[in-house]
């Protein structure tokens, strides 16, 4: 049976559970890869395809400088011209110019301002950036309130709670225009990027709570050697 687009959409986000607000419910188990796969499947060749892409730019882990951010700069400006929807284009633009604020931040804190020509962000605020280079928030701070705390926890080594203000900066501009779609492509693409950030903060409590059980099973043992261990007599 061939199925109508939009009957695909309404499948395939009925067949998902909602995703709270990061925080708002710890106990809260994004679904699995294998899940949201496996719904994915309802698309279209086509709507898989464009899935694909958005994935490919929006999944960068962080723009390292050592990559070569000529060939990413060019497949994300690609997607930008390509992708039909004027909606998702904003929105893969803007998760973008969050990830060039964080490259300057990083670029700054190693003195490696860049150079005419350089590939090194994207978006509508390079230029500024670069003029306002030596300002914490590059002279932004009245339109993004997040990029002092990010430069704070930047130079203070606070990497963990860097990228978690970052998925929750990220979490709310999609919450911000997640009404704006119900069953179409765009509620697709929307719920995929929530839950990512969702299974990225779950695999992070999942490894912080990991660490915890090693370093509980480590003092155990310290513990008990030190009481088998004679007593020392000094020199």
Not at 44 to 63: C, F, G, K, P, Y
Not at 77 to 100: D, G
Not at 113 to 132: F, N, S, V
């Amino acid at each position: 049976m061939i199925l109508e687009d939009s009957t695909r959409y309404t499948l395939l986000l009925c067949s998902l559970p909602y995703l709270p607000p990061p925080l708002r419910e710890e106990r809260f188990i994004p679904p699995s890869r294998i899940q949201i796969n496996k719904a994915l499947k309802l698309l279209s060749a086509e709507d898989t395809t464009r899935m694909q892409r958005i994935n490919a730019v929006l999944h960068w882990s962080h723009l390292p400088l050592e990559r070569d951010n000529a060939a990413m700069m060019a497949e994300a400006e690609k997607l930008l011209r390509e992708e039909p929807s004027a909606f998702l284009r904003e929105v893969v633009l803007e998760r973008l110019e969050l990830r060039t604020f964080i490259a300057a931040m990083r670029r700054r804190e190693l003195n490696r301002m860049p150079q005419a020509g350089e590939c090194w962000g994207i978006g509508r605020y390079t230029r500024r950036i670069l003029t306002h280079w030596h300002d914490p928030a590059f002279g932004l701070s009245h339109v993004f309130g997040w990029l002092n705390e990010a430069v704070r926890l930047l130079r203070s080594g606070n990497t963990l709670m860097l990228d978690r203000l970052l998925m929750h900066e990220s979490w709310r501009r999609l919450q911000r225009v997640e009404d704006c779609h119900n069953f179409d492509f765009d509620a697709v693409a929307l719920y995929v990027m929530r839950w990512n950030i969702l299974d990225r903060l779950y695999r992070q409590r999942e490894d912080a709570a990991v660490i915890r059980f090693k370093s509980m099973i480590t003092d155990a043992l310290n513990d008990q050697q030190l009481i088998f261990e004679p007593e020392s007599t000094g020199g």
